[in-house]
């Protein structure tokens, strides 16, 4: 090999070398100015004894949108995900599915993965008596081999004791990004439930844009509230709305904290700019996933 060649070797491996260097920094410098992000409170995991009958509704977070309801030995999960997501997550899990003993019902509010998992429903199938959700995700469900049900806002249903009536959520984000959906999204698609139970009511409100009927509500006794400043969720502003238009029902707050993804606007809310701006603060819980929470009816004077 000439000299210069030999030269020409030099700087080219020089070159490299130098790239990958400015590659490592870059990637170093990318971690460190990595945004905030609001995490969950540690995982209080839980088994069977979550299950077991009792004389009060207990309200777990599962993480994500998911929550178990155990109301005096009725059990269902809403909006269930406890593994095969597709995007990092920062939390444990409180159960895995393996360990659910029994449910008497699943509910899902919409279609999108965080919300409709199929790995996690596929393996509580095994001991769920009924899947309930709106008449597009029936339909999926029943490809799945599901037992399950679907219904239109407005509709009511019971599970054993417990009655839940399908309340309206605007989500139809897909039809706003042509290629991100093999359909056109109808309203009707995404849900809310309105659950009754003896010791309350409990509204899980779904993934929406805020919606004037959402202000219009009887006065629930907790709200499973979903919390991202997205266009396609309630937002900060409409979360405030909604959050003071019931100034006395305690919040839930889901759909934020879980996922790691500082980027990515629907998992990112922080629940301390929501305690700035609402009614009588202190009834925003920020529970850790399988934290139990009891639910506890609203005094009169405050319907």
Not at 1 to 9: D, E, F, G, R, T
Not at 32 to 46: G, V
Not at 244 to 252: D, E, G, I, R
Not at 258 to 275: C, I, R, S, W
Request: net charge negative; aromatic share 10%.
């Amino acid at each position: 090999m000439s000299v210069k060649n030999l030269l020409l070797a030099f700087i080219a491996i020089l070159i490299s070398l130098i790239n990958v260097q400015g590659q490592k920094a870059d990637s170093t410098q990318n971690k460190q100015e990595k945004k905030y992000q609001a995490k969950a409170p540690d995982t209080q995991s839980f088994g069977k004894e979550a299950f077991e009958a009792s004389d009060k509704t207990t309200i777990r977070w599962l993480g994500m949108a998911g929550f178990l309801i155990n109301s005096r030995g009725t059990t269902m999960m809403v909006d269930p995900l406890l593994k095969g997501f597709d995007m990092p997550v920062m939390i444990d899990f409180p159960i895995d599915t393996e360990d659910v003993p029994r449910l008497d019902a699943v509910l899902v509010t919409h279609s999108d993965n965080d919300h409709y998992s199929i790995p996690t429903n596929r393996d509580l199938a095994r001991v769920t008596k009924a899947f309930h959700s709106t008449v597009y995700v029936d339909s999926l469900m029943k490809n799945e081999g599901f037992p399950s049900f679907g219904h239109n806002i407005g509709d009511t249903f019971s599970i054993g004791p417990v009655e839940v009536t399908v309340t309206p959520a605007d989500h139809a984000w897909q039809n706003a990004y042509p290629g991100t959906g093999d359909r056109f999204f109808k309203e009707e698609d995404s849900a809310g439930f309105w659950i009754t139970t003896p010791d309350g009511t409990i509204w899980a409100t779904g993934d929406s844009r805020l919606m004037p009927e959402h202000l219009q509500m009887p006065t629930p006794d907790a709200i499973l509230f979903d919390f991202s400043d997205s266009e396609w969720h309630f937002t900060l502003e409409g979360a405030v709305k909604l959050a003071n238009a019931y100034p006395h029902t305690p919040l839930l707050l889901h759909h934020w904290g879980t996922v790691d993804a500082p980027d990515f606007a629907p998992f990112n809310g922080d629940p301390k700019q929501l305690e700035k701006r609402v009614v009588n603060p202190k009834r925003i819980y920020v529970i850790a996933p399988g934290e139990p929470f009891v639910l506890k009816r609203l005094k009169k004077s405050t319907d």
